[in-house]
């Protein structure tokens, strides 16, 4: 089935400019609450999400797994492992940037055929770009074709960020120790939607997360591995989004991301 991969970057632009970017850096009181313990949302993730949802199933008419519906039914995420076809929505990654004023946040989109992510869209409205990626199609930023070159191979020259929150205290520990041991190592933008395109531009040769919700990593794992790079699960088995385990290094290429485990792991 082939997908119009313009048309679901169109409603996700739509979203934003409708929802999203109308609330930027004026959420009034009470547009923001706390949905579990630690995380927020806003009015904007839901009525973008709300936008989002039947548009895309009338692209495909499949399931629509969207953070904020899942939130409240936790249930939905089991259609990416009993479906044929189901989408994945984060209707605004980042919402905690979002919230602080902050413009590193996104809209972005998955399609996932039989647990494996197999179309992406990534879009970032305050900066106009918007980023798509494709199974055997290759990775794309507005038309111009994207390919991740190689990382040095020291790893005294490797940028690499690690989203710490997560992390438990022997975790913490290693990636401490690590530290020094590359050209820089930093938390991230706190947004997969900024981080994984800054993977594939050449910002950061790796990252480590540990939690991988997979409207958080779908997205980004496609836009990477068609550029050449490498998203795995510390036990180097492929990044999936119907697998729920914790753990997740996406790199440059399959050396930096050995480099990289060896060092963090």
């Not at 119009?4 to 959420?27: G, I, N, Q, Y």
């Not at 706390?34 to 008419?61: N, Q, Y």
């Not at 039914?73 to 902050?102: C, I, K, M, Q, Y």
């Not at 395109?197 to 794992?221: K, Q, S, Y």
């Amino acid at each position: 089935m082939a997908i119009d991969m313009d048309a679901v970057t169109k409603v996700l632009r739509e979203a934003a400019e409708t929802a999203v970017l109308p609330r930027f850096r004026s959420l009034s009181d009470g547009e923001v609450t706390e949905k579990s313990p630690g995380e927020i949302v806003t009015v904007a993730d839901r009525e973008a999400e709300e936008l989002i949802t039947p548009r895309l199933r009338a692209i495909a008419d499949a399931p629509v797994v969207g953070e904020e519906a899942a939130s409240a039914d936790p249930a939905l995420v089991e259609a990416l492992r009993t479906e044929p076809l189901a989408w994945l929505v984060d209707p605004l990654d980042g919402t905690r940037n979002f919230v602080r004023g902050s413009t590193d946040f996104a809209v972005m989109a998955a399609l996932v055929r039989a647990g494996r992510t197999v179309a992406a869209w990534i879009v970032r409205p305050t900066v106009g770009r918007a980023y798509v990626a494709e199974l055997g199609s290759g990775a794309w930023c507005d038309g111009t074709r994207l390919r991740r070159a190689s990382a040095p191979a020291d790893p005294a020259r490797m940028r690499g960020a690690v989203l710490s929150r997560f992390l438990g205290p022997a975790a913490r520990a290693r990636v401490s120790a690590a530290e020094p041991r590359f050209a820089e190592l930093d938390s991230g933008a706190h947004c997969a939607g900024v981080d994984y395109p800054r993977l594939v531009e050449g910002g950061l040769d790796f990252i480590l997360f540990h939690r991988t919700l997979p409207w958080d990593h779908a997205p980004g794992t496609l836009l990477l591995t068609e550029a050449g790079g490498v998203a795995r699960r510390p036990d180097g088995s492929d990044y999936r989004p119907d697998d729920d385990r914790v753990g997740l290094l996406d790199a440059a290429d399959p050396a930096t991301w050995d480099s990289a485990r060896s060092l963090l792991v």
